[in-house]
């Protein structure tokens, strides 16, 4: 019998999630009282808690015309077996518009029994910001 998916695994079905626009699925990665951080967010750093708040900020992703693709993944393990960072780049597209854009990503993330206990995530924030304010109807960029 398979015991939970490893940090690794996680981080993976995350991404690969993230890239198949399966945003009602991602929530399901987080333990019941996961916190999110995004401290370099714009205006300001925001904080996630519980996965209702995950959940809805995924639905709001969701609702964006973004596409994602992750390449140059590399995943880092730490002396902490609940301890991972995973590196990336996102090929985007604004589906309204045809934009590209192209952001790097850094996430830190603390996964417990097959869930992620905490993410500390790293996005290239203003990027994301200027793309979303030339996306029609708008107000945040994806992630």
């Given at each position: ?12 079905r ?7 626009n399966?945003?009602d699925?991602l ?5 019941e ?5 995004h401290p ?12 209702e708040?995950?959940r809805?900020?995924?639905a709001?992703?969701?609702?964006g015309p ?16 609940e301890?991972?960072?995973?590196e ?5 597209r604004v ?24 993410s ?20 945040s960029?994806?992630?």
């Amino acid at each position: 019998m398979a015991g939970p998916a490893r940090p690794r695994e996680v981080f993976e079905r995350l991404i690969t999630g993230i890239t198949a626009n399966a945003w009602d699925d991602l929530p399901g990665l987080y333990a019941e009282d996961a916190v999110v951080e995004h401290p370099y967010a714009l205006p300001e750093p925001s904080r996630l808690e519980g996965r209702e708040a995950i959940r809805r900020h995924f639905a709001g992703a969701a609702k964006g015309p973004f596409e994602l693709r992750a390449r140059d993944i590399v995943v880092y393990e730490t002396p902490d077996p609940e301890v991972i960072i995973g590196e990336y780049v996102y090929d985007g597209r604004v589906t309204s518009t045809g934009r590209t854009f192209t952001t790097a990503n850094i996430q830190v993330l603390r996964v417990r029994d097959g869930l992620i206990l905490a993410s500390r995530d790293y996005h290239h924030h203003a990027a994301l910001a200027q793309v979303a304010a030339d996306a029609p109807g708008r107000a945040s960029g994806p992630g």
